[in-house]
């Protein structure tokens, strides 16, 4: 059955029984939150999460006798609204984790888990000695390579950037796992990333959630969405499986995964052909429009689109009629939806349906995607020159610059690379181990090196194929400022608690490599050797970004954070930052890149014959990415990993509740205790990527390095398409 109506959810009341579904406390501020400013002893910080997230909450931490008790929601914040999510209330766990990375460690040999203790001085001293020792043998500092992206996303945090290019030219893994085709998509199209504020939802009339599970991964937009729903808009979910955001929606839509661009065509036939188009909207504000709804008309029918996303027609017809009509409508677009080889393309027809239907710079409307826009610091701990002399990669100019590899090929890449090769890996942020594809090459790479130091707080699977680990403060114990790629709220971040044990921060690190480096060779770093970390902080604030929030000092912002003075809805003003300052349906650039010029739709990869099951490895509820899983708490809730299987594809393999299944390709296996279940289709399994705690669990064993279609203008490099993985399942 592809079309589920919601039956059991209804009001306010609805809402709140089911509050633990999303993991956040529906009160705005606990009884000890109120009483805790009051106690003798209890001083109250203001922090900010940095994880990635699109939250990016605000918080409140209460110390007493220097001891981070609890951690709240920030009511000053009208986006986190004094909530938590389930993983925010566990950073108490986190901070005094006895897993926790206490002190620089070496581990000899790699891989061995024979760990020895060593102090700061000896780990920098080793560090510095191999960085220089190399230089010396191949004339740079190229065979050095930096793999860092999201685990902590505080600006201060791009000093790892920093510390790299301070000793010279690098090789860097650029791009980015997550989002790469949509950030391109909407760049051709509109001119680059910009959403309407979350908190418009509650403006909208209709809501499309595309591919987001925002109940698990973004439950602060979804009070916007539940009020819009309670003053009647409708809710409509569109996923290959019946997430808990979907049972929230009016309707959901089981859609074949990767064929979001065929359903969209779909919609836009219908509108085309019942004149539901805003004309005056889209020849104001767009160009190429003609060429596409010509495409559109010759190409495109509902039979087809019903045929190619398992969805009915009069479905298709409800949905963009509805859609069409319902002004201002939103649609919300899931990063999940464009992991694939046609993904980027299937966001760009999305977007043109925002354009027909006039729903782009409306309150209420967008298609919204992500945004960069309160970005823009100073970047002070990242911006760091090369020591004098320095040799990289030379240009036809006679400069010198860094080495780019693929981080979504990084295995293939940096093993491909011999003038120079690289010895040396500097990670930090990352847990490619875990979280990379080609999970064999990932250690077969990481056993080429001379060297491989890791910066991170719990011994995960990267940590186990290093040879130093330096342990890395947590939040609660640095100074940062953080914004989001979401909503429009800016946050400085405290220092509640000294550092634990001897952890430091990426910017500490890079300061004690520098004066280790600089002892041993004067001259060969260029990072400043000392500072206090508020300064660090505070050098990051610009003109633009008090004019932005409304300030003229930083310190304003431990009062509370600050929302930017945006307007609420993206595009409002008509500006598009396109060449032509248009909304470009017809985008040369695209056509440049060797994309198609025009939202056409482009074939979704198939199944091979022997490996007949697509393998969907989303986001959990229970952490992000590598990081909370692990922790006692999460681990009682959630003690190990599950495949959830359709009963009916079960049934075919033998496969019962609990057997262990192997789930294969010829890339590699995994093992997985079953889950049978009908919120997954019969040709989908899907299980949640994440590092457990003592255990060999990796979904990316099975998934190859395989390109979206999109990503190179934005970020170097074209995402990845993770979904579309492809597998063969048998009874372990």
Known sequence: MKITRRQFIGGTAAVTAGAGLFGFNMLAESD???AAGAEAGVKTFRNVCPRNCYDTCAQ????????????????????????????GYNYTRRVYSPDRIKYPMKQTPRGSGN???ISWDEAMNTIAGKILDLKKRYGSTLPICMNKYSGNFGITHYGIEGTMSSIGYTTRAIGTPCWPAGIDSQTYDFGTIVNNDPEDFVNANYIILWGSNCAWTGVHSLPFITKA????????????VLTSTASK?????????????ALALGMARYILDHDLVDWDYVQANSIGFAEWADYVKKNITLDWAAEKTGIPKEIIIQLAHEYATAKPASIWVGYGMQRHTNGGQNVRIIDALGLMTGNIGKSGGGINYAHLETWGFNYHAMVMPAPEGSVGMAGPDGTHTDRSVNMNNFAADVQALTDPPVKMLWIAARNPVSQDPDTHDIIKMFNSMELVVTVDSFFNKTVEQSDIVLPATTHFEDWDVMASYWHHWVGVNQRAIDPMYESKSDVEIAMALSKAMNALEPGSCTYPTEGDPEEWTAKEFNDGVYNMLGITDYKELLAGPRKAKFSPAAWADGKFRTPSGKFEVHSERAAQNG???????????????????????????????SQFQNLDWMMAANPEPLLEIHPELAARHGIAEGDQVRVYNDLGEVTIKAHLTRTTSPDVIVSYEAWYKDSPFNVNYTVKAIPADMGKLATGMDGIAFHDNFVAIEKA
Not at 60 to 79: A, Q
Not at 250 to 256: E, F, M, P, S, T
């Open 249 to 261: 929606a009016d309707l959901y839509i089981q859609i074949n995964t990767s064929t979001d661009g």
């Open 60 to 87: 409140i931490s209460y110390v007493e006798d220097g001891v981070l008790k609890k951690v709240e929601g920030d009511p000053k914040s009208t986006y986190t609204n004094g909530k938590l999510c389930l993983k």
């Open 32 to 34: 000890f939150a109120r």
């Open 115 to 117: 760990w020895e203790r």
């Open 595 to 625: 994309l198609p010029a025009i939202p056409i739709w482009v074939e979704e990869m198939k199944a091979p014959a022997q490996y007949p099951i697509r393998f969907m490895t989303p986001h959990p509820q229970h952490g992000i990415h």
């Open 229 to 240: 729903q309670e003053r009647g808009a409708k809710v409509v979910a569109i996923d290959p």
